[in-house]
C-alpha cells in the first residue's frame, strides 16, 4: 500500500509506437501516462476534492474482496453484484427445518459507483470503476476495474492502514470454535478463503488416550511465553512440526481440524502436485505469507518425493526447495506445520530429521480402547457394560483382521437406526465389508498383473522378430556363406509345423 501516485504505461508504448500514441477510450487527450487511477473532475462531481485527500489503489485481490464486502453492508449502498454462497449453516436450518428456503444464499458485495461512509472520524470514499473497453479471454468476455480508497483530513494515511489492517485481521481470526480454511492460489500468489468451519471438539475425535495427551502436552507446552522466550535466547527458529503417519482412515484428518478449533488456529492447505506452476519460490512465498495464528499442512508428504530424493510425479519444486521452504528464515514466528503420509518408510531422512520434524505421531488400527470409545460416542445412553460387550464382539468376529477407524465409523452410520443391541448383533458386516474391500483389491491386482503379462509378451515377440531380422540380413551380407538350408518333406515334419503355427494364431488372438 501506497499513499504516492502510480505511474501506469500503456500498452502502445511498450510496443515503441511513441509518435503515434491514441488515448485509450475515457482518457483525457494525449495522455499517454497516468499519475492517478481515477478522474478527478469525476469525483468532483460527487463532492470529493482528490486534491484534499489521501489514496491508496486496492490490488490485492484477497484486500478488495475483504473491502468490498465491508462498503456493502453501509446502507446507503444503491448497486451491488450478486454470489452464491452454500453455507453449512443455511442447509443445517433447512434440513432441522427451521428455515423452508433453499441452502443456497446470496450475497451482495458493492457494485460500480463512488461511496464515501466514516470511519474511527474520518470520511472515506471508495471508487468502485470499470476502465476501458470490455474484451475478449479465455474465461469470456471481462473488464479491467479497480478500486481507490481515499481518505480526507490529517492522519489520512494511518486510518486508511488502520481500516485495512482491521478487515485483514477480521478476516484471519478464528471466532470461538469456528476456523478458516486457506488454499494458495498459485496463479495469484496469495492465501485465498475457501470456507468457514465450525471445529468439532477434541474429544469427538477418538483416538488411544496417550497420542492426544501427547500432542496437546507438546503444544501446551510449546505456546507459552516462556518457550519463545528460550528459542529467542538460544537463536532457534519458534515453529513446531509434526509428521502424522500411519494407516489411512485412522483419523489424522480429524485429529488436525480439532486441533484448529481448540488452538483457535486457520489451516492453510498446500498441495505442491496440485499445479505445474507450484515453484520452490511460490512455496517460500507460501509459507512466509501464511495468515497469522495459522496450521500449516502438508498432506500426502510422501507423493512428493521417495526416500532417494526423486519426484514421485512431475514436481515444478525439487526436494532441496522443499526443505529451504521449511527451514525458511524469513517464516514467521509460531508457525505450526502438519506434514501427514501413510508411508513414513518411504521418506528422506533428511526432511524428517531433529529440527524439521519435532513429533512423529502414529495412526494405527482401531485399537480395544478406540472400538468402545466409538461405541459410548454414537450409543451415549447405552447401558453400562455395552460398550466392553461390543468391542469384544468386534474383536471375536475381527480375528486375526484388522479395521480402522473409518471402518468402524462407516459400520456405525450404517446402523443409525438400530439398537445398542442390535448393532452389536451386526458386527459381522464389519468383517463383509473388509472382505468385499479385499475382494475388489485382488480383482484389481488380477487385472494389472494379466495386462503386465500381454505387454510384456508383445515386447518379448517384437524383440524376437527384430532378432531375426537382423540374421537375415546379416546372411544376406556375409554372401550366404557358412548357411545350409534343410528342408524335411515328411508328415511328422508337416504336422509340427502345422502345430507351431496354430501356437502362434492362438498368441495372436489372445494378444488381440
Given amino acids: 500500500m501506497s499513499d504516492t501516485s502510480a505511474c501506469l504505461i500503456h500498452s502502445d508504448a511498450l510496443h515503441g509506437d511513441v509518435d503515434n500514441l491514441k488515448p485509450p477510450t475515457g482518457t483525457a487527450p494525449s495522455a499517454?501516462?497516468?499519475?492517478?487511477?481515477?478522474?478527478?473532475?469525476?469525483?468532483?462531481?460527487?463532492?470529493?476534492?482528490?486534491?484534499?485527500?489521501?489514496?491508496?489503489?486496492?490490488?490485492?485481490?484477497s484486500l478488495k474482496n475483504m473491502l468490498m464486502r465491508?462498503?456493502?453492508?453501509?446502507?446507503?449502498?444503491?448497486?451491488?453484484?450478486?454470489?452464491?454462497?452454500?453455507?453449512?449453516?443455511?442447509?443445517?436450518?433447512q434440513l432441522l427445518g427451521e428455515d423452508d428456503g433453499p441452502s443456497a444464499r446470496v450475497h451482495l458485495r458493492v457494485g460500480l459507483g463512488v461511496y464515501t461512509f466514516d470511519w474511527d472520524e474520518h470520511k472515506m470514499h471508495l471508487v468502485h470503476q470499470r476502465r476501458g473497453p470490455i474484451v475478449g479471454t479465455s474465461c469470456g468476455p471481462a473488464a479491467w476495474d479497480n478500486l481507490v480508497l481515499l481518505c480526507e483530513g490529517e492522519g489520512a494515511k494511518e486510518a486508511i492502514t488502520a481500516l485495512l489492517n482491521k478487515l485483514v485481521n477480521e478476516e484471519e481470526k478464528t471466532k470461538g470454535t469456528d476456523f478458516t480454511i486457506f488454499r494458495w492460489n498459485v496463479?495469484?500468489?496469495?492465501?485465498?478463503?475457501?470456507?468457514?468451519?465450525?471445529?468439532?471438539?477434541?474429544?469427538?475425535?477418538?483416538?488411544?488416550?496417550?497420542?492426544?495427551d501427547r500432542i496437546t502436552a507438546d503444544l501446551d507446552q510449546f505456546l507459552t511465553p516462556s518457550t519463545y522466550k528460550f528459542y529467542v535466547e538460544h537463536g532457534i527458529p519458534y515453529k513446531r512440526s509434526f509428521l502424522f503417519y500411519g494407516e489411512p482412515g485412522a483419523g489424522k484428518t480429524s485429529l488436525i481440524q480439532a486441533l484448529a478449533g481448540k488452538y483457535r488456529r486457520n489451516l492453510c492447505i498446500m498441495q505442491p502436485t496440485s499445479d505445474p506452476k507450484f515453484t520452490d519460490d511460490a512455496l517460500a512465498n507460501a509459507i512466509?505469507?501464511?495468515?497469522?495464528?495459522?496450521?500449516?499442512?502438508?498432506?500426502?508428504?510422501?507423493?512428493?518425493?521417495?526416500?532417494?530424493?526423486?519426484?514421485?510425479?512431475?514436481?515444478?519444486?525439487?526436494?532441496?526447495g522443499l526443505l529451504n521452504a521449511l527451514d525458511g528464515i524469513a517464516n514467521p514466528d509460531g508457525q505450526l506445520f502438519i506434514?501427514?503420509?501413510?508411508?513414513?518408510?518411504?521418506?528422506?531422512?533428511?526432511?524428517?530429521?531433529?529440527?524439521?520434524?519435532?513429533?512423529?505421531?502414529?495412526?494405527?488400527?482401531?485399537?480395544?480402547?478406540?472400538?468402545?470409545?466409538?461405541?459410548?460416542?454414537?450409543?451415549?445412553k447405552a447401558a453400562e457394560g455395552k460398550k466392553?460387550?461390543?468391542?469384544?464382539?468386534?474383536?471375536?468376529?475381527?480375528?486375526?483382521?484388522?479395521?480402522n477407524m473409518a471402518g468402524l465409523q462407516h459400520f456405525f452410520v450404517m446402523h443409525r437406526c438400530s439398537t445398542p443391541d442390535e448393532a452389536i448383533a451386526g458386527v459381522t458386516s464389519i468383517v463383509d465389508d473388509i472382505k468385499e474391500k479385499e475382494e475388489g483389491k485382488k480383482e484389481d491386482k488380477d487385472k494389472a498383473d494379466k495386462e503386465a503379462k500381454k505387454e510384456a509378451k508383445k515386447e518379448d515377440k517384437k524383440a524376437g522378430r527384430k532378432g531375426k531380422g537382423k540374421g537375415s540380413k546379416a546372411a544376406k551380407a556375409g554372401g550366404g556363406a557358412g548357411t545350409v538350408n534343410v528342408y524335411i518333406n515328411s508328415p511328422s515334419a508337416a504336422k509340427t509345423s502345422d502345430e507351431d503355427e496354430d501356437e502362434d494364431d492362438e498368441d495372436e488372438d489372445e494378444e488381440e
Fill in 187 to 212: 496463479k495469484h500468489g496469495y492465501w485465498g478463503h475457501v470456507a468457514r468451519k465450525t471445529a468439532r471438539s477434541l474429544d469427538s475425535v477418538v483416538l488411544p488416550t496417550q497420542t492426544k
Fill in 388 to 403: 466392553d460387550e461390543f468391542q469384544g464382539a468386534v474383536a471375536k468376529v475381527l480375528g486375526d483382521r484388522k479395521v
Fill in 339 to 380: 506434514l501427514t503420509t501413510n508411508f513414513r518408510d518411504q521418506l528422506d531422512a533428511a526432511l524428517i530429521r531433529n529440527g524439521r520434524v519435532d513429533l512423529h505421531v502414529e495412526f494405527t488400527h482401531a485399537t480395544p480402547e478406540q472400538t468402545a470409545s466409538l461405541f459410548a460416542q454414537f450409543y451415549p
Fill in 32 to 61: 499517454a501516462y497516468e499519475t492517478t487511477p481515477f478522474d478527478a473532475e469525476v469525483l468532483l462531481k460527487h463532492g470529493i476534492d482528490a486534491s484534499k485527500c489521501i489514496w491508496t489503489e486496492i490490488t490485492p485481490k
Fill in 70 to 93: 465491508h462498503v456493502a453492508d453501509l446502507p446507503t449502498n444503491t448497486s451491488f453484484v450478486p454470489s452464491i454462497h452454500n453455507t453449512e449453516a443455511s442447509l443445517a436450518q
Fill in 288 to 320: 512466509k505469507d501464511a495468515p497469522p495464528r495459522s496450521i500449516i499442512v502438508l498432506e500426502d508428504v510422501d507423493a512428493l518425493f521417495d526416500k532417494n530424493r526423486q519426484a514421485n510425479t512431475k514436481l515444478a519444486i525439487t526436494f532441496s
